[in-house]
Protein backbone atom coordinates (compact mmCIF):
# COMPACT_ATOMS: atom_id res chain seq x y z
CA UNK A 1 0.00 0.00 0.00
CA UNK A 2 1.38 3.22 -1.18
CA UNK A 3 0.36 6.57 0.76
CA UNK A 4 1.33 10.20 -0.51
CA UNK A 5 2.91 13.20 1.12
CA UNK A 6 1.24 16.32 2.40
CA UNK A 7 2.37 17.49 -0.92
CA UNK A 8 0.74 15.01 -2.90
CA UNK A 9 4.37 12.87 -3.57
CA UNK A 10 4.38 9.30 -3.73
CA UNK A 11 5.87 8.09 -0.44
CA UNK A 12 7.12 4.38 0.12
CA UNK A 13 6.01 1.92 3.11
CA UNK A 14 7.12 2.31 6.90
CA UNK A 15 10.36 1.15 7.83
CA UNK A 16 9.37 -0.83 10.81
CA UNK A 17 11.63 0.07 13.77
CA UNK A 18 12.76 3.23 12.69
CA UNK A 19 14.05 5.52 14.57
CA UNK A 20 15.48 9.29 14.69
CA UNK A 21 18.79 9.77 14.25
CA UNK A 22 20.88 12.12 15.58
CA UNK A 23 21.60 15.64 14.58
CA UNK A 24 24.98 15.61 12.64
CA UNK A 25 27.55 17.80 15.30
CA UNK A 26 28.11 21.52 13.70
CA UNK A 27 31.41 21.10 12.47
CA UNK A 28 33.89 22.37 9.39
CA UNK A 29 34.76 19.09 7.25
CA UNK A 30 37.91 19.94 5.43
CA UNK A 31 37.66 17.67 1.76
CA UNK A 32 40.55 17.66 -0.80
CA UNK A 33 38.30 19.83 -2.91
CA UNK A 34 36.23 21.13 -1.27
CA UNK A 35 35.07 22.55 2.24
CA UNK A 36 31.48 22.13 4.25
CA UNK A 37 31.14 24.22 6.99
CA UNK A 38 27.62 25.47 8.71
CA UNK A 39 26.85 29.19 7.10
CA UNK A 40 26.93 31.81 9.90
CA UNK A 41 23.45 34.10 9.17
CA UNK A 42 24.53 36.32 12.03
CA UNK A 43 27.93 37.47 10.00
CA UNK A 44 26.43 37.93 6.84
CA UNK A 45 27.78 36.06 4.38
CA UNK A 46 24.61 33.76 3.87
CA UNK A 47 23.09 36.33 1.30
CA UNK A 48 26.14 36.48 -0.58
CA UNK A 49 26.40 33.04 -0.99
CA UNK A 50 22.57 32.74 -2.14
CA UNK A 51 23.26 34.73 -4.67
CA UNK A 52 26.46 33.29 -5.87
CA UNK A 53 24.93 30.16 -6.30
CA UNK A 54 21.79 31.28 -8.12
CA UNK A 55 23.74 33.29 -10.69
CA UNK A 56 23.49 31.21 -14.24
CA UNK A 57 26.86 30.11 -15.50
CA UNK A 58 27.89 31.09 -18.95
CA UNK A 59 28.62 28.42 -21.10
CA UNK A 60 31.22 28.98 -23.80
Known sequence: MSTT????QPIGEAVNGWTTRERPARIVI???HCRIAVIDVARGKAVGTFALM???PVLA
Open 5 to 8: SAYA
Open 30 to 32: EGT
Open 54 to 56: CIE
